[in-house]
């Protein structure tokens, strides 16, 4: 996630633009583009989607507060969406830019196991995954 705070009002208000520096972002991370869609909003402000074959890279950006919050969102081995971020602070000109990184995707147990339990004396099946191999919280 990047937060870009202090950046060119004029740049985050121009939808071809925004569109342009996102496709190019994903391209500069080594991402596999499906299509992408961005919709400018009246009076100001912009929201967009590169959608990749590993995920999506998204935009909502606020003009008048020269704010742009960003969602690199990834799988797999071949990206590089530290190349990406770096590349969209430099384009959106950020004075003030936040990166933080949040796994997701945190994959189960892959076989689930039978669990009984008794519901107004009605016996059901539960399936419990147990926990996920890996839990990491980012402040």
């Known amino acids: 996630?990047?937060?870009?705070?202090?950046?060119?009002?004029?740049?985050?208000n121009d939808?071809?633009?925004?569109?342009?520096?996102?496709?190019?972002?994903?391209?500069?991370?080594?991402?596999?583009?499906?299509g992408s869609h961005f919709h400018q909003f009246s009076p100001f402000?912009?929201?967009?989607?590169?959608v990749i074959a590993?995920?999506?890279?998204?935009?909502?950006?606020?003009?008048e507060h020269g704010y742009a919050a960003v969602d690199i969102f990834t799988c797999g081995e071949t990206l590089s969406p530290e190349v990406a971020a770096q590349y969209l602070v430099e384009k959106?000109?950020?004075?003030?830019?936040?990166?933080m990184e949040l796994k997701r995707g945190l994959i189960p147990d892959s076989k689930p196991s039978k669990v009984s339990a008794k519901v107004t004396k009605v016996a059901k099946e539960v399936f419990a995954y147990g926990r996920p191999?890996?839990?990491?919280?980012?402040?």
């Open 92 to 99: 959106f000109q950020s004075r003030q830019p936040a990166l």
């Open 15 to 34: 939808v071809k633009r925004v569109e342009e520096i996102m496709v190019a972002a994903a391209k500069i991370a080594k991402a596999t583009i499906v």
């Open 133 to 139: 191999k890996e839990l990491q919280v980012v402040s």
């Open 54 to 63: 590993e995920s999506h890279v998204a935009i909502h950006t606020w003009p």
């Open 1 to 12: 996630m990047l937060e870009l705070n202090g950046c060119n009002p004029k740049l985050l």
């Open 45 to 50: 402000g912009i929201s967009g989607v590169v």
